[in-house]
């Protein structure tokens, strides 16, 4: 699991490009980093190191300190994770989270920008399609979408055996309308479907590539 950055390492992501989140350092530091899933190496030359959502979020400070965080069941590394509906022991919601989550998705359209090879912001990136649950459920819950509780109604992401392709599920029938549309928003392909057994309707998404 992602730890939090050690003090050497936050140094090094506090002093990336607060525009597009280039990062310098050793090449051990920076192998670091991706290790630690805040960075990622870019594919094409000259192979710079950019900040990944994660990266950008501890560098705007919603980590205050290298040392990890209380754990909880819904992030165990102390670092962020967007809502998929359905924790056991959801993080509190209220101000802090909002701006963890806005945090996130800004660094995630960054990092569309830095790598899609067109610097298209509307479309998922290589990073998305390779953490497709985390990637749509981070869609939603920046849009404003509720995630289910342990026991109560709201949206639930889910992996599938397709590829490339998350399953949303949300009770209420106006709100699924609703997530599928924040979706397509952000670049994803959606289709609905229904349950074979019981009827209930369902979402399968699939990041967008064109």
């Not at 950055?5 to 192998?31: E, N, S, Y």
């Not at 192979?47 to 994660?54: K, Q, S, V």
């Not at 459920?137 to 404003?144: F, K, P, S």
């Not at 019981?198 to 990041?207: D, E, I, K, Q, V």
């Amino acid at each position: 699991m992602t730890r939090p950055p050690t003090a050497a390492q936050r140094r090094v992501i506090d002093a990336a490009d607060p525009v597009t989140g280039r990062l310098r350092g050793t090449p051990a530091q920076l192998a670091a980093l991706v290790q630690r899933g805040f960075a990622f190496r870019h594919p094409r030359p000259p192979h710079d190191h950019f900040l990944t959502p994660e990266g950008h979020r501890v560098r705007q400070g919603i980590t205050q300190a290298p040392e990890p965080a209380a754990e909880s069941p819904s992030s165990p590394s102390g670092v962020f994770a967007a809502r998929t509906g359905g924790e056991a022991d959801p993080p509190p919601s209220g101000p802090a989270r909002r701006r963890e989550v806005h945090s996130a998705w800004q660094g995630l359209v960054e990092l569309r920008r830095m790598t899609n090879p067109d610097g298209s912001v509307d479309r998922p990136c290589g990073w998305e399609r390779a953490h497709l649950v985390q990637a749509a459920a981070l869609a939603l819950e920046a849009a404003g979408h509720h995630p289910a509780g342990p026991d109560d109604g709201g949206y639930r992401v889910r992996d599938t055996p397709q590829p490339e392709a998350v399953a949303v599920h949300e009770p209420d029938s106006e709100a699924l309308r609703a997530c599928a549309a924040t979706l397509e928003g952000a670049g994803w392909q959606v289709s609905e479907h229904r349950e074979p057994r019981t009827g209930t309707r369902y979402l399968l998404a699939s990041p967008r590539r064109t």
